[in-house]
């Protein structure tokens, strides 16, 4: 590693180059690769089979493993042997390594960076297995008594677009589900026929003349609400029929934008999106089924269902359906629907009787009524409201006993200002909590039977995973009730409300998967100075109280480790700043610092909602460039300043209707108290960088406090939040009739007359193709630095979308990075 103190030899940009392979190569030597997208399948002799995602011995790409664990009789110590369920030669085939732009864009969606199999879809009973790869679908059977890895077989889907999403009947593993061409198809696997179900897209090169759309969210819907499904199995069949529920999205309404390809063709092909900037209009969604009936050897008939009365007409204050699926008794559909302003968030359930033959019936809502008196109830069976906005999260667990009508679930609400979990009765027999004859939406009561706070207190349910074991009355989660920087496994009883009991080790956060039947814990664990494990734990019991609970280990399947050649970790402060609120911050010193030397120092930003950077876990590959300025003797700090996430809805809302204006107040006040604290930094030499939002608030911060940055590294800024989506923008800054100053004062634009008139100290960062933050962006702003006069650098990677993922991309970007600062700070 690089010696800390800055030395006057700048160092040439092959010099650079090399020092940063250097870097990659030990970072990746004693990064841990930890199992991800963990699923369970029971065998017959009553061992669990745990599958993952994981990186293949001395190799970049992902694949499946899986790993045994055997009956409660048997005991195993130690690690657990990684087994590869798929022929390493499938792996490397050429085609495998491919992805279409559809799977690119979903990668975007969904923040994914690895390469190879990126997810799986695990039948548990059967065995099989279902995964997208190179534009089309592959399968297997996990049998427990073959020898050696599988080598998959290609999926016949008669269709030449990509595949996304593919879904596996759960009452009938021959049935495959997936989206091609934005239409619904099915495979069957026995006869080896695949239909298309549905016809919304007529495949036509002019999008604009091609609103429709099935089986695909609209692209809010995936980005700013984290759904990428838009298609889902009834759990069980009903009288032989089998059943899709499946969300259609008209784009006819959207603004389409153009970007130039990220391939050189001759006859200057163009790429275009649907976007719908802040003020806009949104996708309009409507939810149909799909029912089909097989034999066994052919799809024998199909036919789709619509709604009566259409979401829209029932409730027209929705704007956005941010969750669906069927209830365990496959007698109903449920919906989350939120409003546009994101104040109001109803979970409502839907018979399957409401949905008809198309045409549907005519009606009249002249006078608020519906035609047939005698018409299925829709129910609302919880509500929300907040003066701030809904965070929408997946903790919604619906119990499968339903009977006499009543149905109980467990859901999360922030109503008290942090994220907790209620249990709720209601009696879907009940007409006082469904849409009648006599409807009237402003005037409609949500009555359900009781709500009962399972959790409570100044602390947060984190959305990352709610497990019930429904015989005991366990409730499983994770939070922060012990600090917010780390996560930890709960549980709780629905019978003794509030009895919350920690069931992992404080000094580490934890990332926790737990099986259906709530009996395996998978937990991979780390702290800011110690590399992940990953430990499997049987969970027990002496009664059915949280008492009665044990975790005990079972193995690792990684292994706590000591890296021989180990990277300087972060240290991390909090401090209570002016406002009485306590902030916290990670400083990574210079590698080999010298007591007493002063350092330049690199302020790496995000700031915005959503995101908390400062956290008790290691800081590996994937902090890449925090290592990589820290190795060439830079101090590099990260605060987490009020409007960052996890800290209940008081301390988020700081940036209501004004983002841009207020957070770099509460960085640069930190920023100052560590400068007392850490001795090493140099205050007279500060960069701000950040991506995104941090590169928004790094253009800000340059502007705005160019006596306390010297220099500024934006990556992909948002310039002004007017070009930003809706679903984002408006729920933090609400739309911009209603917030035009907030507006206003939160566009870097409105500063550019601030920006420093010396040469040296701005550097633009974009990708030609993203289609997140579009290049409109720092087009607009380069336009008005022109305009003014002032001095700025431009870097762009024309075929990088919103994250550079190309490898030779990130290595240029680093290096530029290293090259800038060593020039200029």
């Known amino acids: 590693m690089e010696d ?87 792996q490397n085939t050429p085609s495998i390594n491919r992805s279409t732009r559809e799977e690119q864009l979903l990668l975007e969606r969904k923040r ?34 073959r020898n050696g890895p599988l080598f998959p077989s290609e999926l016949r889907t008669g269709t030449l677009g990509a595949k996304l999403n593919p879904l596996i009947c759960p009452s009938n593993p021959d049935l495959v589900a997936f989206v091609s061409n934005c239409d619904i198809w099915v495979a069957h696997e026995p006869s080896g026929i695949s239909e298309r179900l549905t016809f919304s897209h007529r495949g036509g090169r002019n999008i604009a003349d091609d609103p429709l759309s099935s089986g695909n969210p609209s692209y809010v819907i995936q980005e700013e609400f984290n ?113 546009r302003r994101q104040k109001r968030l109803e979970l409502v359930v839907i018979p399957l009787e409401c949905f008809v033959e198309p045409p549907p019936n005519v009606y009249s809502r002249l006078d608020g009524r519906l035609d047939d008196p005698g018409s299925p ?83 947060a349910v984190l959305d990352e995973g709610l497990w019930v074991d429904s015989e005991r009355g366990l409730v499983y989660f994770t939070g922060l009730k012990e600090t917010p920087l780390e996560k930890h ?166 940036i209501k209707h004004r983002m841009g204006t207020v957070e770099l107040e509460d960085q640069i006040e930190m920023l100052m108290w560590l400068s007392k604290e850490v001795c090493l930094i140099d205050i007279s030499r500060v960069a701000i960088f950040g991506w995104s939002y941090g590169g928004y608030l790094s253009l800000m911060g340059l502007a705005q406090h160019p006596d306390v940055f010297k220099v500024a590294v934006a990556g992909a800024p948002v310039t002004s939040w007017a070009l930003y989506d809706t679903g984002y923008t408006e729920r933090y800054m609400d739309l911009p009739n209603n917030n035009p100053q907030g507006y206003k004062n939160g566009s870097i634009l409105t500063y550019v007359n601030q920006f420093p008139d010396e040469e040296n100290r701005l550097l633009i960062v974009h990708g030609l193709l993203d289609e997140n933050v579009h290049f409109t962006h720092t087009s607009s702003l380069i336009s008005q630095l022109v305009r003014r006069g002032k001095p700025y650098q431009l870097q762009v990677y024309p075929t990088e979308r919103h994250s550079l993922r190309s490898l030779d991309a990130s290595k240029h970007y680093e290096t530029m990075l290293l090259s800038f600062l060593q020039k200029n700070l």
């Open 112 to 145: 994914l960076t690895t390469w190879g199999i990126t997810s799986y879809e695990l039948h548990p009973s059967s065995g099989k297995i279902v995964f997208p790869a190179a534009g089309t679908l592959y399968q297997c059977i996990d049998n427990p008594h």
């Open 489 to 654: 496994l709960y549980v709780v009883s629905i019978y003794y409300p509030g009895q919350v009991r920690l069931l992992t080790h404080t000094g580490f956060s934890y990332k926790v998967e737990i099986n259906a039947d709530c009996s395996i814990c998978v937990a991979t664990y780390s702290n800011i100075k110690k590399l992940p494990a990953c430990l499997v734990f049987r969970i027990t019991h002496t009664d059915a109280t949280v008492d009665g609970i044990t975790l005990t280990p079972i193995g690792h399947l990684v292994e706590p480790q000591v890296p021989e050649n180990p990277v300087p970790s972060p240290d991390l402060y909090s401090h209570e700043i002016s406002s009485g609120d306590v902030l916290y911050a990670m400083v990574l010193r210079p590698y080999n610092a010298v007591p007493g030397q002063k350092y330049p120092t690199v302020l790496n930003v995000y700031g915005g909602p959503e995101v908390q950077v400062v956290t008790n876990t290691f800081k590996d590959l994937r902090y890449l460039r925090l290592h990589m300025l820290a190795s060439q003797g830079y101090c590099v700090i990260a605060i987490d300043s009020r409007g960052s996430y996890h800290r209940g809805l008081a301390f988020e809302s700081h």
């Open 4 to 90: 800390g103190g800055k030395s006057n030899d700048k160092k040439s940009w092959t010099e650079l180059k090399y020092t940063l392979c250097e870097l990659r190569r030990h970072l990746a030597s004693i990064s841990t690769v930890v199992p991800t997208s963990i699923s369970f399948r029971t065998l017959s002799d009553g061992s669990t089979r745990i599958f993952f995602l994981g990186t293949l011995t001395n190799g970049w790409e992902t694949t499946l493993h899986y790993a045994d664990i055997p009956g409660e009789e048997t005991r195993v110590m130690g690690k657990l042997h990684w087994q590869q369920l798929l022929e390493f030669n499938f």
């Open 227 to 339: 759904r990428y499904q838009g298609l889902w199995w009834q759990p069980d069949s009903k009288d032989g029929l089998y059943r899709i529920l499946y969300e259609e999205v008209d784009d006819s309404e959207v603004n389409i934008y153009t970007f130039p390809s990220s391939t050189y063709l001759p006859n200057g092909e163009v790429e275009q999106y649907r976007f719908p900037r802040a003020g806009s209009p949104n996708s309009k969604s409507n939810f149909k089924l799909i029912e089909l009936t097989v034999s066994e050897n052919e799809i024998l008939r199909s036919r789709i269902l619509e709604l009566g009365q259409p979401i829209s007409q029932m409730f027209p204050w929705v704007e956005y359906i941010v969750r669906a699926g069927w209830t365990p008794d496959s007698n109903y559909i449920w919906l989350e629907l939120l409003d």
């Open 377 to 459: 109830l829709v129910h609302v069976v919880a509500r929300q409201t907040s003066d701030i906005w809904i965070n929408v999260s997946d903790l919604l667990y619906i119990m499968p006993t339903m009977e006499g009508g009543k149905m109980t679930f467990i859901w999360a609400s922030e109503e008290t200002g942090f994220r907790h979990l209620y249990l709720v009765t209601a009696h879907l027999s009940s007409i006082s909590n469904g849409i009648d004859a006599t409807f009237d939406d402003s005037e409609m009561k949500c009555r359900s039977t009781s709500v009962v706070a399972l959790t409570s207190g100044d602390w």
